[in-house]
């Protein structure tokens, strides 16, 4: 018994020894150089830190940092879309003059003013370069169809978006493809869809008859002057509902059918084409000798019918 007590007092003072023993070392190797170097950093980062950006110079206004829109590379612009696209892109954005290559979130920003043109299908990419240099790739819409309407012409790509009328002049008609017959007005601002399923069949045909705008190769080859919209039935029709006619230069009309993909028993594109074709190259065109005729072209066999005068279309 005695001898436990005994063991017991010596562990009490050892450890009544052990401790200051401990804090001493912890407090020596706290006041270290080193150590209090240290922690002198870590002070003065957790109260500086936050006042970093406002006491280190801005160098984003010199001029070294900076590039005007002369240095802002974009993708050239196709025929048909108005050389003026960088320059309605700053104002309309409102966007300075000079650009500031370290302006946050420039590239962002850049892109986002671009996608807002209506000439401007996509924002593919914009690269800020070391060499004060914006390289911005873009993807522009294109016309496929001019729709004729009770208030003038309106040009459309081939999704049927709107396009700016006052980048055309009256002569722009006649070499595009046409549709007549829409009793409807754009719904929306240009770069808006137009918003009626007759003119979103219309452009799908129009871009299928003449792709990636070459007129040439089906469109003036054939004698084409319109597409014929038909009156809907009802008042939100879909694609299938829909069966369009083109009217040739002489007068003919062609049944042509309903717009790419609405109906997978008509014969395709391609296959409509090649028997117009070979109309033409069997009596020389669409219209003559006997025409102008009533062509359909939606089934099997090729329907020739000549048009007596009074059904006869006038186009111009």
Same mark, same amino acid.
């Given at each position: 018994?005695?001898?436990?007590?005994?063991?017991?007092?010596?562990?009490?003072?050892?450890?009544?020894?052990?401790?200051?023993?401990?804090?001493?070392?912890?407090?020596?190797?706290?006041?270290?150089?080193?150590?209090?170097?240290?922690?002198?950093?870590?002070?003065?980062?957790?109260?500086? %830190?936050? $006042?970093?950006?406002?006491?280190?110079?801005?160098?984003? /206004? *010199?001029?070294? =940092?900076? &590039? !005007?829109?002369? #240095? +802002?590379?974009?993708?050239?612009?196709?025929?048909?879309?108005?050389?003026?696209?960088?320059?309605?892109?700053?104002?309309?954005?409102?966007?300075?003059?000079?650009?500031?290559?370290?302006?946050?979130?420039?590239?962002?920003?850049?892109?986002?003013?671009?996608?807002?043109?209506?000439?401007?299908?996509?924002?593919?990419?914009?690269?800020?370069?070391?060499?004060?240099?914006?390289?911005?790739? %873009?993807? $522009?819409?294109?016309?496929?169809?001019?729709?004729?309407? /009770? *208030?003038?012409? =309106?040009? &459309? !790509?081939?999704? #049927? +978006?709107?396009?700016?009328?006052?980048?055309?002049?009256?002569?722009?008609?006649?070499?595009?493809?046409?549709?007549?017959?829409?009793?409807?007005?754009?719904?929306?601002?240009?770069?808006?869809?137009?918003?009626?399923?007759?003119?979103?069949?219309?452009?799908?045909?129009?871009?299928?008859?003449?792709?990636?705008?070459?007129?040439?190769?089906?469109?003036?080859?054939?004698?084409?002057?319109?597409?014929?919209?038909?009156?809907?039935?009802?008042?939100?029709?879909?694609?299938?509902?829909?069966?369009?006619?083109?009217?040739?230069?002489?007068?003919?009309?062609?049944?042509?059918?309903?717009?790419?993909?609405?109906?997978?028993?008509?014969?395709?594109?391609?296959?409509?084409?090649?028997?117009?074709?070979?109309?033409?190259?069997?009596?020389?065109?669409?219209?003559?000798?006997?025409?102008?005729?009533?062509?359909?072209?939606?089934?099997?066999?090729?329907?020739?019918?000549?048009?007596?005068?009074?059904r006869r279309v006038i186009v111009r």
């Amino acid at each position: 018994m005695s001898a436990r007590k005994s063991d017991s007092t010596d562990r009490s003072k050892s450890a009544g020894r052990t401790a200051p023993a401990v804090a001493l070392s912890v407090r020596r190797g706290i006041f270290q150089p080193a150590t209090l170097w240290w922690l002198a950093c870590a002070l003065l980062a957790v109260v500086f %830190l936050p $006042y970093l950006p406002w006491m280190t110079p801005d160098l984003s /206004s *010199r001029p070294e =940092y900076q &590039v !005007d829109w002369t #240095s +802002v590379a974009v993708t050239p612009a196709p025929r048909g879309v108005p050389d003026r696209v960088v320059e309605e892109v700053r104002t309309h954005a409102q966007l300075p003059e000079h650009l500031s290559l370290l302006q946050p979130g420039l590239a962002k920003k850049l892109a986002q003013a671009f996608e807002a043109h209506p000439w401007i299908e996509r924002v593919n990419r914009v690269e800020v370069k070391r060499q004060r240099r914006i390289e911005v790739d %873009l993807t $522009y819409r294109r016309v496929a169809l001019v729709v004729e309407t /009770s *208030r003038g012409f =309106y040009p &459309v !790509d081939a999704a #049927s +978006v709107l396009l700016p009328p006052t980048d055309f002049a009256p002569e722009d008609v006649h070499r595009l493809p046409v549709c007549r017959n829409v009793k409807t007005l754009p719904q929306g601002a240009a770069g808006e869809k137009w918003g009626d399923t007759v003119v979103e069949c219309a452009a799908r045909i129009a871009d299928s008859i003449a792709p990636a705008g070459d007129i040439d190769r089906n469109w003036k080859r054939l004698g084409f002057a319109a597409i014929l919209a038909p009156v809907p039935k009802v008042a939100d029709p879909l694609p299938e509902d829909l069966s369009f006619d083109i009217a040739t230069r002489g007068g003919s009309i062609i049944r042509w059918g309903r717009a790419p993909g609405a109906d997978a028993l008509e014969p395709s594109v391609d296959q409509k084409l090649e028997r117009l074709g070979q109309l033409v190259q069997n009596q020389g065109s669409l219209d003559a000798p006997g025409g102008p005729f009533k062509i359909d072209i939606r089934y099997d066999v090729v329907s020739l019918q000549a048009l007596d005068d009074a059904r006869r279309v006038i186009v111009r």
